[in-house]
Nanobody
Framework: QVQLVESGGGLVQVGGSLRLSCAAS????????MGWFRQAPGKEREFVAA????????SYADSVKGRFTISRDNPKNTVYLQMNSLKSEDTAVYYC?????????????????WGQGTQVTVSS
């Protein structure tokens, strides 16, 4: 079992930056690919970014490429999402997720563990 706790969300103006963190506990952090997803009001949960166990491979949704950066610190059992040049459409609850499948996934069902989410609100 893995427990995931997100932090770092908040209110920011358009063009601003935030860094989300997700702290993991339970099983060895390096056993899991990690991902970030988000869900805006009235919309389905969508993929944002993912990173492999070692951190050597990453994947991004087209909507955040060039603006968001995912990274991980395995000794600290933490994955990060640096979000720059934020837009109003980035407003959502952001969830981190851990998956034990071989490849980095971009779909929700490829992840086994989920955090509770952290709210990000971008105001204009």
């Amino acid at each position: 079992q893995v427990q995931l706790v997100e932090s770092g969300g908040g209110l920011v103006q358009v063009g601003g930056s935030l860094r989300l963190s997700c702290a993991a506990s339970g099983r060895p952090f390096s056993d899991y690919n990690m991902g970030w997803f988000r869900q805006a009001p009235g919309k389905e949960r969508e993929f944002v970014a993912a990173i492999s166990r070692s951190g050597g491979s990453t994947s991004y949704a087209d909507s955040v490429k060039g603006r968001f950066t995912i990274s991980r610190d395995n000794p600290k059992n933490t994955v990060y999402l640096q979000m720059n040049s934020l837009k109003s459409e980035d407003t959502a609850v952001y969830y981190c997720a851990g998956g034990s499948r071989l490849r980095v996934g971009v779909l929700s069902h490829q992840y086994d563990y989920w955090g509770q989410g952290t709210q990000v609100t971008v105001s204009s």
